[in-house]
């Protein structure tokens, strides 16, 4: 039986907000829950849904109104993501509750991050309340993105002192010593997706004004022996490419108020295959320690561009 539901919203402005440019919003949600939704004066209607419908409409738009009423500018994508987050087990967080509560603000950025699944929001929670956080899962889950999207609010708040970027240097088909260029130069395309990231989420001059002032450093992971870092964030990106003894080496660089993140992909290991990957021996012994959280994504978490699921998918279903 279908079912109706009209909610008046107090200011234009905030219906304004809720229905996004082109009332792209309202489109998403029709998407995503099945209805009609049309629009009226300061009314919002939603008809031609079942009665889980309607209520999961009601928690929306309210989530929706919340979010524009606390300065937010919430897209389609951010509507997607909450419908996601949203489809949680009986007795877990609501939704909205956890978008808010996983929501990462970086001062002077382009946008506010969210969380677009349950699993990147335990993700980005796990990095707020854990001195190391592993994060292991495919391509495109965005492990890498949201670690630096995290350390950066954290740099830029002057929480933490400093943000290091590091990745193992494993030489495919090519030394690094043939390639042309001084260290710097040798090592930026190794180095190169790293940038990228924090170029979607900061100007490109903020970034070289942290360089110059020491708040970002990047450097090869053989550069951390001997160190000891101190209130800073560190991480770790391509993770699976470690050794075990590099593993344990970067693990124990952690000096006082730091925090680490380590990301990789178990299934792109580029290690000959006689040596393990420090990454997956590390998960395996140290899941039990307290202080250390353990995130792992799967292809539903894949948010780069729905494609990358498909793919994914069609590797993993290969006949050996």
């Given at each position: 039986m279908e079912e109706s539901i009209t909610i008046v919203l107090d200011s234009r402005d905030v219906l304004s907000g809720v229905c996004g440019v082109n009332d792209g919003n309202l489109r998403m949600l029709e998407r995503f829950l099945g209805g009609r939704v049309n629009t009226r004066g300061n009314e919002i209607r939603f008809e031609g849904a079942d009665p889980a419908g309607v209520r999961r409409f009601k928690r929306m738009i309210h989530s929706l109104i919340t979010a524009v009423e606390d300065g937010e500018a919430p897209s389609p994508e951010y509507v997607r993501?909450?419908?996601?987050?949203?489809?949680?087990?009986?007795?877990?967080?609501?939704?909205?509750?956890?978008?808010?509560?996983?929501?990462?603000h970086i001062p002077q950025g382009f946008n506010n991050v969210f969380p677009r699944t349950r699993n990147q929001a335990a993700y980005i929670l796990g990095m707020r309340s854990r001195d190391i956080?592993?994060?292991?899962?495919?391509a495109g889950t965005g492990k890498t993105f949201l670690a630096i999207a995290e350390a950066l609010s954290l740099v830029l708040s002057k929480k933490m002192r400093k943000l290091v970027l590091t990745r193992p240097v494993v030489e495919a088909g090519e030394s690094l010593g043939f390639l042309p260029g001084d260290l710097i130069q040798k090592i930026n395309p190794y180095l190169r997706p790293l940038y990228d990231a924090m170029e979607s989420l900061i100007p490109f001059e903020m970034i070289r004004r942290?360089?110059?002032?020491?708040?970002?450093?990047?450097?090869?992971?053989a550069y951390m022996r001997g160190r000891s870092l101190n209130n800073c964030v560190i991480i770790?990106?391509?993770?699976?490419?470690?050794?075990?003894?590099?593993?344990?080496?970067?693990?124990?660089?952690?000096?006082?108020?730091?925090?680490?993140?380590?990301?990789?992909?178990?299934?792109?290991?580029?290690?000959?295959?006689?040596?393990d990957s420090g990454l997956l021996h590390a998960v395996s012994i140290l899941a039990a320690v307290e202080g250390i959280q353990i995130t792992y994504f799967h292809t539903g978490d894949v948010v780069r561009n729905p494609l990358i699921k498909k793919i994914i998918q069609?590797?993993?279903?290969?006949?050996p």
């Open positions: 993501a909450l419908a996601v987050v949203q489809d949680h087990p009986p007795g877990a967080c609501a939704g909205a509750d956890l978008m808010r509560e996983a929501l990462i956080c592993f994060c292991v899962g495919p942290m360089e110059e002032d020491h708040r970002i450093e990047i450097a090869p992971l770790l990106d391509e993770a699976q490419n470690t050794t075990k003894e590099q593993m344990k080496m970067f693990l124990t660089r952690l000096g006082e108020q730091a925090r680490a993140v380590i990301t990789g992909d178990a299934t792109q290991i580029d290690l000959p295959k006689r040596i069609a590797y993993d279903n290969e006949q």
